[in-house]
């Protein structure tokens, strides 16, 4: 079993920056892909940002690419999510998540169905 616990989150201004952290506790010695997911209202959740346990290479979606960085420290369990130039669109509650068994390049990586394990979400809202 692996718990994750997400901070970071609040309120910014569009154009702001937030960095949002995942703290895993638990069975922490298996390796694990770690995802960000956000849902906003109304909205299915959808897949923000990846990154296998390697780290050999990260994933994006196409409405975060070039406004975001994942990132991942193994020996502090740690997962980061650092968003830049944010919009009143990225508003949504932000899920961090973990799966085992993806193959480091690996589209599944983006689908929530592949994540085991969640945080309870920290919420992110944008206000322009």
């Known amino acids: 079993q692996v718990q994750l616990v997400e901070s970071g989150g609040g309120s910014v201004q569009a154009g702001g920056s937030l960095r949002l952290s995942c703290v895993a506790s638990?069975?922490?010695?298996?390796?694990?892909?770690m995802g960000w997911f956000r849902q906003a209202p109304g909205k299915e959740r959808e897949c923000v940002a990846a990154?296998?346990?390697?780290?050999?290479?990260?994933y994006y979606s196409d409405s975060m690419k070039g406004r975001c960085t994942i990132a991942r420290e193994n020996g502090k369990n740690t997962a980061y999510l650092q968003m830049n130039s944010l919009k009143p669109e990225d508003t949504a509650a932000y899920y961090c998540?973990?799966?085992?068994?993806?193959?480091?390049?690996?589209?599944?990586?983006?689908?929530?169905?592949?994540?085991?394990?969640w945080g309870q979400g920290t919420q992110v809202t944008v206000s322009s």
């Open positions: 638990g069975r922490t010695s298996s390796t694990y892909a």
């Open positions: 990154i296998p346990y390697s780290g050999a290479v990260t």
């Open positions: 998540a973990a799966a085992q068994g993806l193959a480091d390049y690996s589209s599944r990586h983006y689908y929530a169905g592949a994540y085991k394990y």
